[in-house]
Structure formats: structure tokens, C-alpha cells
């Protein structure tokens, strides 16, 4: 038999699941633009019936569980997409620097400083007594030796400045994984008591989404809750509570930033991630510029030096070497320097005979090396070439991967949202529900009671 | 149940909006450089094209600026050589002059006086010199290469027989010089050997005609030699032609590697601009779109 009493409890549990609903629904609204919020939805129950007799009662409803809707593939693969789009943002950032040091559609390379010299071969040939001529001819070669100088120290700055953004990215992972570690405790918590690990998750998969933009992090589900961040390589960042710190040390030989974990090197481990490209720029891509140019500026010293050494200058004296001789081609467009200041020393010519101030011979000879494979095989110009299109086709294939990556990035977010985005329609209609069941509600506890008072009016025979 | 779709559009039209602006930015980035290259990563291969493209219009250009230095100091030594076959030609009929039996003593000593003269002016004109340089001294080029004994009459060459070559473009040489001892003593008719022995034949009488013909040698040697000049001159305004037109074809060459097809970018530019405005446009409208809650009351 049911009861007044009954009927009570029913709307006021009623009232109490509705104002649970409503402010879920609240909630929802109100987080509507917070980033890597997942929508929450009310699961509203029956509660337990109870069986009088033959007759089986409800007993109302219950606000059973208020639930996150979230796809964790789909977080699994934002991160992946994140990762790689960190290591190509922070490899292009760099490579746009390094570009517009060889710019040659602005003439800011080294195009113009190297054509120059063997223009001024060209008219020393012409000319070969002109005092003026041969100045020119050190001149050209000064702005070259600066121009290689100038170009190798810009690399150095960058290889140095990217040597200090990796430090900074590992703070910055150091300080991701300790607020990672610590919610993962208050998810593994939440999930223990039973209560809606939700907004934990958000909060979480929003730090671990940071931290893939700077290294390659992958997620293992711990149980519990709790999940296990380790690079792809299987180094720990954080299992349960506990995040482990990655450390950075100098390197023996290049003084550069090498990262630990504990006091292993990983790295050579490290593949995704801002944290990566840095790593590829300044342990690579710097590196393999700075060898092109340097064997670019030690074959072309030291077959310029040879020429000018097989040549007399304007007193009949064998020539000395044009450029300051390199002894090792490592450092070599650093160290480039004119050796020679007094043009009467430029050894235009050909044979020893004093006074012989009109022979061009060595000057031809000298402006030959210009069309000469003087450079791994290549002509000096050629070489350049070849360096600027490395450089430049560096850049452009990153461009074109971070590009598609982006539009996949965008995409699966856009699947996340469908998910996990809060809509206002949806979450008016059901406000709108809610507040009539509320009210229903209320209505049916007025209702009962003016019954009780009824009938404990009854009672008391007023 | 229609599938659930992301109700955040945000994202994606800010997206657009930036897409459409970057072609926009792209577009007047070209317009304004008039090149469709900016960056090396724009088109890498076009980029390194280019070094080879400028390096050659570089070369190029030099060559051109040697090449008139060259014109001039060709025309400078061929003019003196015309001044060295006027001279030649005064002593021819000076000699033929002083040949005629009827002259006295004194006559001919006046003629001799006069051939002293050209010999004289025929040494400074083998002297002769473009800015600083003689042009008639082999390789030695910074000193006199011909003294004159005022006692003798008696030249001597002082410079070598060495012959240089320059380049008029890339790989095209031509021999850049002709030695002195070969315009003005050569075997087989020497100038101012010639002119020496009218002088002296004039002045003791003698051997008059076999010095005449001397001369004559010497004329024709002269004009021989003098053609070297010529076709120098020839050579350089084959090699201007051919430099010049090397440059406008490597003007055109960087055209079609990084210049910018203006009416395709002008018109690419007014697309980017529609497409960014109708985006803007869209976006206005979606945001300003009314949700269920406006109509709730």
C-alpha cells in the first residue's frame, strides 16, 4: 500500500534529482567556451521499487551519476597530432631564421660576396698593374672572409639560442609533469570513492595535451584511473603520484644542453615534441649548414691560396696565400680572413721576371677557378646553390607536413567537440525539462501537502 | 538520432578566416615585391636557380665593364698605330724626296732633319700608354719600353715579347696584346730601324732607295700588325652583343624562376579578399545566430 508520506519522499527526491540536473546543466552552460572542458550529463535513475504485496512501487527518481562524456581515443590521437605539430612548429620557427640568412631572392646571401671576388679577378685580369684594380681584388676578398664570418656567427647565436629554449622546454615539461602527477592522484582518488572523475580527466588531458606540444609523451592507462606518461623511448615522467624530473647538463664536447633522466642521456630518445625540434635544430640541421659552409670556405681559401702561391706578385716575388691559410676545414668559414693588405703582393702574374707588371697570366688562372669543381666536386657558386636549396627545402617540407598535420589536428578536435562540446541548444531544451519536472515536482509536494493537512484535520475532527 | 555535431564552430571558421587572410598576405606580399619567391622555402629550387642566375648576370656585367675598358685601350693602340703609318708614310715620301739626285747636301740634311723629327715622334707613339699601362711593352708594363739614343738614333726595346689573353665572356679569350718588338722591330720590316737608316742615309747620301724601301717594309708591317687591333675591336662588340642579350635572357630566366605573374596575382588577391570578407561575413552571422535560450521566456 502506498503512503502519503511515500508520495513525499518520491517529490521531494524528485526535487532534489531535477536541482542536481539543473545544476549540471548549469555547469555546462557555464563552462561553454573553457578549453578541454568535456560536457557533463545528468544520469537520472529510477530508484530501487518496493514490492507491497502484489504490487511493485516506485520509489522515485535519483541523480545517480553526473558524467563526463569524453573519448579518450580521440585524446590519445590529439595528443599524437600535437606532438608532431610541436617538434615542425618549433623546427620551422628556426629554419625561418636560419632561411633569411641566405636569402638570395633579397640578395642578403652569399651570392653577391663570392661573385664579386671573382669579378675582381676578372678585371685584375684586365688590368693587372692597376693598383686600384688589385685593392679591389683584397677588398672583394675581405667582404667574402666577412660574409662567411658574419654568416657562421649568426648560426652560432641561433645554435645558442635554441641551446637555451630546449632548457626552457624542460622546465617547462619538469613543471607539466608535477601538476600532471598531482592530478592523476586526485583522478585515481575521485575514481576510488566513485564520485565523477570528470573534471579531474579534463584538467588532466589539458596538461598532458600541453606537454605533448613538447615532448613525445605516450599514456598508459595505470588502472584505477591513474595513467603512466613515459617518452615513446619508455623513459617515466609520471606513474601515479610520482613525476620524474628530466634534467639538463652540459655536453663534453659541445657545450650544448644534453638532457638525463636520472643519469641516463636520452637525448638521442627524444622524437616528438617542440622539445625535438629544437633538438634537431641545434644538433643537426645548424650543424650540417655550418659543414656545408665551411667546406664551402676552406676549398675555396685553400685552391684561391693555391693559385695566388703559384702566381708573382708585382715585384717578381712568388705569391703568399690570399686568404689567412685554415688548417682544419671544421670552423672554417669563422676563422676566413684576408691574409694579404698590400695590393703590390696580389700575384697576377705568371713568371718570376722582375717588373713583369703586365702579365695577367695568374689572374686568368685565378678567375678560372670560378668555373673550376673546386668544392666537393662542385663549382664554388654550384656548392652555394646546392646549400641554399638544402636550406630552403627544409623549411618547405616541414611547412607541408605541419600544414597537413594541422588540418588533421583540426579535425579530430572537431570530432572531440562532437563529443564532448557543450551545446547551448541542447542544454536550454533540457533546462527547460528539468525545470518542468522541478516544478511538477513542487506542484505534487504542495499537493500532498494539503492532503496531510487534510487529513490530519480529519483526524483532530475539526 | 542525426549524429551529434561539434557545436563549437569557432574554431574552424577562425580557421577559414586565416586561411583566406594568408592567401590574402601571400598575395600582397607578391604584389608588392613583384616576386611570386620570397623565401628560400617558397620554392627552394627556384631559389637556387637563382644563385647560378645571378652569379652569371654578375659575371656578365663585369665582363661588359671590362669590355669598354678593353674598346678603349684597343682603340687608343690602334689610333697610335694610324699616328705610327701617317709618320711611316711622311718618311716614305720624304726618302722617295731625298732620293732625287738633283738635291744638294743641304737639302737633304733639311729632309734628314725632318725624319729625326718623325723618328722622334714614332718613339713617343711607341711609348704610348692607357691609364699608367704602355701598351707596346710585351708584360712589363710600367716602364718605357722604347729609349731613343739621341747620338745613335739608336732605339732600344726595353719590354718582352709576352702576349697575355683575357676573357671577353665566360671562356671566350682573346691574346690581349701585341709585344713592341714585334710592331716596331720586327725582322721582316722594322720601324724605327727603318726610319734609323733613312736618317742616316739621308744624312751621308747614301743607300737612299734600299732605306726607302726599308720603309716601305716597315708601312706594310705595320698595317699587317694594326689589323690585330681591328679585329680585337671586332671581337669585343661580338662579345658586348653576345653579354647584353645573355643578360636579358638571364633577366627573363629570374622572371620566370621568382617573378610574380602580376595579372594572375592581382587577380588571386581580389579572390582572397571576397573570400575573406564572405568568411567574416559568415562568421558574424553564426555567432550572431539565436540559441533556444532567446526564444525561451
Not at chain 1, 582518488?189 to 598532458?208: H, K, S, V, Y
Not at chain 2, 652569379?55 to 698605330?81: E, M
Request: charge should be negative; proline fraction near 3%.
Amino acid at each position: 500500500m502506498g503512503s502519503l508520506s511515500a508520495s513525499l519522499n518520491i517529490a521531494v527526491g524528485s526535487l532534489l534529482a531535477e536541482q542536481g540536473a539543473i545544476e549540471t546543466t548549469s555547469n555546462n552552460i557555464a563552462n561553454v567556451t573553457t578549453p578541454g572542458y568535456s560536457r557533463q550529463r545528468a544520469d537520472l535513475t529510477e530508484t530501487s521499487p518496493i514490492e507491497v504485496g502484489n504490487l511493485t512501487l516506485g520509489t522515485g527518481v535519483q541523480l545517480q551519476d553526473v558524467t563526463s562524456l569524453r573519448d579518450s581515443i580521440l585524446d590519445l590521437r590529439v595528443n599524437q597530432e600535437t606532438q608532431q605539430q610541436g617538434k615542425l612548429n618549433a623546427f620551422i620557427g628556426g629554419g625561418q631564421q636560419i632561411q633569411s640568412l641566405f636569402n638570395e631572392t633579397s640578395g642578403t646571401g652569399l651570392q653577391a660576396p663570392l661573385t664579386a671576388l671573382f669579378n675582381s679577378f676578372q678585371q685584375l685580369s684586365v688590368n693587372p698593374s692597376d693598383l686600384t684594380t688589385r685593392q679591389s681584388v683584397i677588398t672583394s676578398a675581405q667582404n667574402l672572409a666577412q660574409a662567411l664570418n658574419q654568416t657562421s656567427n649568426n648560426l652560432t647565436t641561433q645554435q645558442q639560442n635554441t641551446d637555451l629554449a630546449v632548457k626552457q622546454s624542460v622546465e617547462q615539461i619538469n613543471s607539466l609533469t608535477t601538476q600532471i602527477a598531482q592530478v592523476n592522484l586526485q583522478v585515481a582518488g575521485a575514481a576510488g570513492t566513485g564520485a565523477n572523475a570528470g573534471p579531474f580527466i579534463d584538467q588532466r588531458q589539458q596538461l598532458i595535451n600541453q606537454l605533448s606540444s613538447y615532448v613525445d609523451v605516450s599514456t598508459v592507462d595505470a588502472g584505477g584511473g591513474s595513467v603512466t606518461l613515459t617518452t615513446s623511448a619508455g623513459t617515466p615522467l609520471v606513474v601515479g603520484g610520482q613525476s620524474f624530473a628530466l634534467s639538463t647538463q652540459p655536453n663534453a664536447t659541445t657545450g650544448f644542453q644534453d638532457i638525463y633522466s636520472g643519469s641516463t642521456n636520452i637525448t638521442s630518445q627524444i622524437t616528438e615534441g617542440q622539445l625535438a625540434g629544437q633538438l634537431q635544430l641545434r644538433d643537426q640541421e645548424i650543424p650540417s649548414i655550418r659543414n656545408s659552409l665551411d667546406t664551402l670556405a676552406y676549398n675555396l681559401s685553400n685552391a684561391v691560396n693555391t693559385q695566388q702561391q703559384a702566381g708573382y706578385d708585382l715585384s717578381g716575388t712568388a705569391g703568399g696565400p690570399l686568404f689567412t691559410p685554415l688548417t682544419q676545414q671544421a670552423g672554417a668559414a669563422a676563422a676566413s680572413k684576408v691574409a694579404i693588405t698590400d695590393p703590390n703582393k696580389i700575384a697576377a702574374s705568371g713568371g718570376p721576371a722582375p717588373g713583369n707588371s703586365g702579365d695577367n697570366t695568374n689572374a686568368n688562372a685565378l678567375l678560372a677557378l670560378q668555373n673550376q669543381q673546386i668544392v666537393s666536386g662542385q663549382t664554388p657558386i654550384g656548392y652555394y646553390g646546392g646549400l641554399v636549396f638544402q636550406v630552403g627545402n627544409d623549411v618547405s617540407s616541414a611547412q607541408t607536413q605541419q600544414q597537413s598535420g594541422s588540418l588533421v589536428l583540426q579535425q579530430i578536435q572537431n570530432l572531440q567537440g562532437e563529443v564532448s562540446g557543450v551545446d547551448i541548444n541542447e542544454e536550454a531544451a533540457n533546462l527547460v525539462r528539468y525545470q518542468n519536472a522541478y516544478q511538477a515536482s513542487a506542484q505534487v509536494t504542495s499537493i500532498i501537502n494539503t492532503l496531510m493537512l487534510a487529513t490530519i484535520n480529519m483526524a483532530s475532527g475539526v | 538520432m542525426a549524429i551529434r555535431l561539434n557545436p563549437d564552430l569557432l574554431p574552424s571558421l577562425l580557421a577559414s578566416i586565416q586561411e583566406s587572410k594568408q592567401s590574402e598576405t601571400v598575395a600582397t606580399q607578391e604584389l608588392a615585391s613583384g616576386r611570386s619567391v620570397n623565401q628560400l622555402s617558397d620554392n627552394p629550387i627556384a631559389a637556387a636557380s637563382l644563385v647560378q642566375n645571378h652569379d652569371q648576370a654578375g659575371a656578365d656585367g663585369q665582363f661588359l665593364q671590362n669590355l669598354s675598358t678593353l674598346q678603349s685601350k684597343y682603340q687608343v693602340a690602334d689610333s697610335t698605330l694610324g699616328d705610327v703609318v701617317s709618320a711611316l708614310t711622311r718618311a716614305l715620301s720624304l726618302g722617295t724626296e731625298g732620293a732625287n739626285g738633283t738635291l744638294n747636301s743641304a737639302d737633304r740634311q733639311a729632309i734628314a732633319g725632318e725624319v729625326q723629327g718623325l723618328l722622334n715622334q714614332t718613339v713617343s707613339l711607341a711609348n704610348a700608354n692607357y691609364q699608367g699601362a704602355f701598351l707596346f711593352a710585351g708584360t712589363k708594363v710600367s716602364a718605357q719600353p722604347f729609349t731613343l739614343d739621341p747620338n745613335t738614333n739608336t732605339v732600344t726595346y726595353n719590354g718582352n715579347s709576352a702576349t697575355t689573353s683575357v676573357e671577353l665572356s665566360n671562356g671566350d679569350s682573346i691574346s690581349a696584346n701585341l709585344p713592341g718588338n714585334q710592331l716596331f722591330q720586327n725582322a721582316s720590316g722594322s720601324v724605327t730601324g727603318a726610319l734609323q737608316d733613312l736618317y742616316s742615309a739621308l744624312t751621308t747620301g747614301t743607300n737612299i732607295p734600299a732605306s726607302v724601301t726599308e720603309v716601305q717594309n716597315a708601312l706594310n708591317q705595320v698595317n699587317q700588325q694594326r689589323v690585330f687591333y681591328g679585329n680585337n675591336l671586332n671581337q669585343i662588340s661580338l662579345s658586348e652583343s653576345f653579354l647584353s642579350q645573355d643578360q636579358l635572357n638571364l633577366s627573363q630566366q629570374e622572371n620566370s624562376l621568382v617573378g610574380a605573374d602580376l595579372a594572375a596575382v592581382a587577380t588571386n588577391f581580389a579572390q582572397a579578399q571576397v573570400a575573406n570578407q564572405a568568411t567574416l561575413n559568415a562568421t558574424a552571422r553564426v555567432l550572431g545566430l539565436p540559441t533556444l535560450l532567446d526564444f525561451l521566456k
